[in-house]
């Protein structure tokens, strides 16, 4: 059988083309096929007088149909049959009996063992060509269609490899965690896609701290590319003419920044705060993104949990939006959660889905020993939606102040 590679450039699939194989122990037999298959140019024919090397040359041949007498020394022709059944090379190859006589037992057994066809020889021409290019198209099917499989599971696995390369990748830009006078800690759980969530923080100066996270539409490696983009423009204050102590004034240089028409039509929620930590004071804009949550006290049972949200569209939306800028004192024993949606919008066994107001009973809810407060919060979310995998990115992010 002839293989030749597509004409597309890095293809990978084959054109077969139609090759008979004749064993039969009868020269005479192989030349009367042999000329009835030459009245059409596009089979190739190959004949073998030995059964004992049938298999072997088949297995070099690669046929796409297999014609095989029932009657040769050495070998008897149904065993023949078990052999080219039993060879990984010829296993699925169709295979049609030759035989002198038409018996029913022996046309059974031929079947029972493997066989795909049966006809008397010498048949006429017209009918010979006809199953054989019957069985050939339904092989060359096969064929094709596994190769189709095959290259389909190598690109599948190399897209993976080069996701989870991304995913690694957008993880490792995510921040150390701060110790000291404030305290940072987080959980970053990807969903089976490569999303858009990135959050950051950072010592402007000895007194200021940035925190932020945002969350662009959609998934996939544009979502995770803008996400990383708005990531270092943010981590690096290059945003022209934009004082980063105000959060209003960032976002509203983000969105001009990063117009959705520019950016194959996806746009993200940001939460920006800036924490003063000889005020005690937390500055803080939101656009489109959940609130973060500000939980203050030592006593868990009557903490107070404040809602840290302000009004502000998306970025990307529309230019010329302004983003409103609020202002909350931090008081002592202070942890703010800033977090993307996914830690909330979880689906859950009855198919409800869990609301803000649920997650954030669980956020303020007493610890448990020997468990920190985010694993503890993962664990209660995994319980109530009975999965562990998460159908968007789980990003939270605690600040101890």
Known sequence: MTDNTADRPGSELTRHDIT?????????????????????????????????????????????????????PEIDGLTLVKFFRAHPATCNV?????????????????FALGANDYLVKLPDKIELIARVRYH??????????????????????????????????VRATLPAPLTGDVRTDWRFIPSTA???????????????????LLDVCGHGVGAALLSITVQNVIRSQSLP?????????????????????????????IWYGVFD???????????GHPPAILIMGD???TAQVVQLTSSGSI???LPGMSFEAREHDVGSHARLYVFSDGVYEVNMPDESIWTLDQFIKVLSAPPEPGMSDLDRVVTQIRKLSGSETFQDDFSLLEINL
């Open 94 to 110: 169709p295979l049609i009996v030759l035989s002198t006589k038409e018996e029913p037992v022996v046309k059974a057994e031929a």
């Open 299 to 301: 006593d868990r049972g």
């Open 277 to 287: 930590k000889a005020r005690r004071r937390l500055t803080y804009a939101s656009g």
């Open 241 to 269: 003419n934009t004082n980063f102590l105000i959060p209003r004034d960032v976002l509203q240089s983000l969105n001009e920044t990063f117009p959705m028409e520019q950016h194959n039509g996806m746009f993200f929620t």
């Open 315 to 317: 970025i990307g939306g």
């Open 194 to 212: 490569l999303g858009g969530d990135v959050f950051g923080y950072h010592w402007m100066d000895d007194n200021h701290l940035a925190a932020y």
């Open 136 to 169: 050939s198209k339904a092989y060359i099917n096969l064929l094709e269609r596994n190769e189709a499989y095959d290259a389909l599971l190598k690109s599948q696995k190399a897209l993976a490899t080069e996701l989870a390369e991304a995913a690694a990748y």
């Open 20 to 72: 008979v194989f004749l064993v039969d122990d009868q020269a005479m037999i192989g030349e009367a096929v042999r000329r009835m298959l030459a009245a059409d140019p596009e089979i190739h024919f190959h004949f073998c007088s030995d059964p004992t090397q049938a298999v072997a040359k088949a297995t070099e041949i690669r046929p796409t149909v297999i014609l095989q007498d029932l009657v040769m």
